[in-house]
C-alpha cells in the first residue's frame, strides 16, 4: 500500500488551488459579462430609434399651392410646402427685413444655399422647429395675417419669432437664426427623400 508524503499533500492542494482559482475566475469573468450585456444593449440604438433616423420618402404629387404638408424624420417635424408664383415672387422684397437674408449662416445644405433656401423654388422643406428655444411655429400664409407688412411665412406663438416662407428669420425678434433645411433630394417628380441627397450625405 502506497503511502501519502507531505510533500504529496502539499502538491495536491496547490492543484486543488489553482483549479478553484481558475474556476472562480471564469465564472467571475462570465458574470461580468453576462452583467455588462444588458449594459451595452442599452447604450445601442434600438430597432426603432434606426428606423426614426434613416431617410423618408414622401410623396408630394398631391400637394397643392400654398399647401404645407408635415412628415416626421428623426423625431422632428419636416414641412414640405409649395409655393405660389406670388410668394416666390416676394421673397427678395423681404432682404432688408431680415436678420441673413443671404443665408450666411449654415443652416442649410449648399444647394439650398439661395433665395429659396430650396432646389426647387416651388417647393420649400424646413425643420419645423423655431431656432430660438425649439417651439414649433405656425404657418401663416396669407398676407398681412401677422401684421399690415407680413407677406406670408411663420411665425413662433412661444415668443414671438417670425420667419418668410424661405425660412429667414426677421431681425429684431428672440431666434438667432433661420429654419435648419435638411439635406434632401427628388427621387422623382413626384417623391422626395428627406435626410439624404445625391452625394449619398445622410444629416
Same mark, same amino acid.
Given at each position: 500500500m502506497?503511502?501519502?508524503?507531505?510533500?504529496d499533500?502539499?502538491?495536491?492542494?496547490?492543484a486543488k488551488?489553482?483549479?478553484?482559482r481558475r474556476a472562480?475566475?471564469a465564472?467571475?469573468?462570465?458574470?461580468?459579462?453576462a452583467?455588462?450585456?444588458?449594459f451595452v444593449?442599452y447604450?445601442?440604438?434600438s430597432v426603432?430609434?434606426?428606423?426614426q433616423g434613416?431617410?423618408?420618402h414622401?410623396?408630394?404629387s398631391?400637394?397643392q399651392?400654398?399647401?404645407?404638408?408635415?412628415?416626421?424624420w428623426r423625431g422632428q417635424?419636416?414641412?414640405?410646402?409649395r409655393?405660389?408664383?406670388?410668394?416666390i415672387?416676394?421673397?427678395?422684397k423681404?432682404?432688408?427685413?431680415?436678420?441673413d437674408p443671404?443665408s450666411v449662416?449654415d443652416q442649410? @445644405?449648399?444647394?439650398? /444655399?439661395n433665395?429659396y433656401?430650396?432646389?426647387k423654388p416651388e417647393?420649400f422643406v424646413? !425643420? %419645423?422647429?423655431?431656432t430660438h428655444?425649439?417651439?414649433i411655429?405656425?404657418y401663416r400664409p396669407d398676407v398681412?395675417?401677422?401684421?399690415p407688412d407680413w407677406?406670408g411665412g411663420?411665425?413662433?406663438?412661444?415668443?414671438?419669432?417670425?420667419y418668410?416662407?424661405?425660412?429667414?428669420v426677421?431681425?429684431?425678434?428672440?431666434a @438667432?437664426?433661420?429654419? /435648419?433645411?435638411p439635406?434632401?433630394m427628388y427621387?422623382?417628380?413626384?417623391e422626395?427623400? !428627406? %435626410?439624404?441627397?445625391?452625394?449619398?450625405?445622410?444629416?
Amino acid at each position: 500500500m502506497l503511502s501519502v508524503t507531505a510533500k504529496d499533500k502539499e502538491e495536491v492542494d496547490l492543484a486543488k488551488r489553482c483549479f478553484l482559482r481558475r474556476a472562480t475566475e471564469a465564472a467571475g469573468g462570465i458574470g461580468i459579462a453576462a452583467a455588462a450585456i444588458p449594459f451595452v444593449e442599452y447604450w445601442l440604438p434600438s430597432v426603432d430609434t434606426e428606423a426614426q433616423g434613416a431617410p423618408v420618402h414622401v410623396n408630394i404629387s398631391t400637394l397643392q399651392p400654398t399647401q404645407q404638408l408635415t412628415v416626421s424624420w428623426r423625431g422632428q417635424p419636416i414641412w414640405i410646402i409649395r409655393r405660389t408664383e406670388e410668394m416666390i415672387h416676394n421673397l427678395p422684397k423681404l432682404n432688408d427685413k431680415l436678420r441673413d437674408p443671404h443665408s450666411v449662416e449654415d443652416q442649410q @445644405p449648399p444647394y439650398a /444655399k439661395n433665395v429659396y433656401r430650396a432646389i426647387k423654388p416651388e417647393f420649400f422643406v424646413a !425643420i %419645423g422647429i423655431c431656432t430660438h428655444l425649439g417651439c414649433i411655429p405656425t404657418y401663416r400664409p396669407d398676407v398681412g395675417s401677422i401684421s399690415p407688412d407680413w407677406l406670408g411665412g411663420f411665425y413662433c406663438p412661444c415668443h414671438g419669432s417670425r420667419y418668410d416662407l424661405a425660412g429667414r428669420v426677421y431681425k429684431n425678434v428672440p431666434a @438667432p437664426l433661420n429654419l /435648419k433645411i435638411p439635406r434632401y433630394m427628388y427621387t422623382s417628380t413626384t417623391e422626395i427623400t !428627406i %435626410g439624404q441627397d445625391q452625394k449619398g450625405e445622410e444629416v
